[in-house]
């Protein structure tokens, strides 16, 4: 089956389940949550080995953010330094950028719109997000060293929780109530909306598992966050104060970036 239509048909299953409207044109692109194969590490060595890799990328794109938030927050250290260094190399970008003139590719286009909005913010910014996705990462193997690691073997159904668990965040931050999961008086069937999306997931994606015992694990694992609705960070970023603690640091440069912006109007 290609993608595009395992893609739909996931889409028709979590429509059902959650109720929901059909995605629009652009969303419908892309699944309603990450159906591929988790990464089963063939031993612990390689499991750690990717664990560090997702911490170092954190403390690495933290740098990149604390360097340009220290040249736009007139509190912070060496904020002079910092400033005129940024505009460096704001500047470099944006004349590398001009030169090059016409954008051949997506990539150049993108190159050419960040270093006209200023190189480093863009980076910075940039820099959140990929962090942000390396500590949800960072949340998932924190679960697989306690159910796979953290013993002598890891069960089989390593597989089939992962899934159900997307599955079981998707419906969370989708309706903001958490999903059940029952079976049916007049057989072994499932009996909520839930259970029998699961089911058809598995079916679909070809897991031989019990689907039902998958889906009350998955139901158990959510926290308070997944039932939040996906933030964007960017989104009113030089208008809106974000209210959430992982957003603060957007606060201080849109604040600044806004200030600067004003001031150069005048």
Known sequence: MEDSQLIEQLHQIMERCCKVPKPSLLAAHS?????????????????????QMVADGIVHCEAVFEFVKSGMVAESEHHALAKRLSQHVDTGCREEARVRQRAATATD?????AAEVGATFSAAALCLDIAYQLRKRAQELEQQELAFWSGKSRPPNHHARTIALRAARYVARTTGKRPTVGKSSEGNLPSTDFGRAVEEV??????????????????????????????NALTGLLSTTIEDSD??????????????????DK
């Open 31 to 51: 699944p309603p949550f990450d159906y591929r194969k988790p990464n089963e590490h063939d031993s612990k060595p390689e499991f750690l080995a990717e664990k």
């Open 109 to 113: 286009l993108a190159r050419s719109n």
């Open 202 to 231: 598995f079916s679909l994606l070809g897991i031989k598992s019990d689907f039902r015992r998958a889906a009350r694990w998955a139901v158990k694992q959510l926290r308070p966050e997944d039932y939040q609705p996906p933030r």
């Open 247 to 264: 957003s603060l640091p957007f606060n201080a440069l849109a604040q600044s970036l806004s200030a600067e912006t004003k001031a150069q």
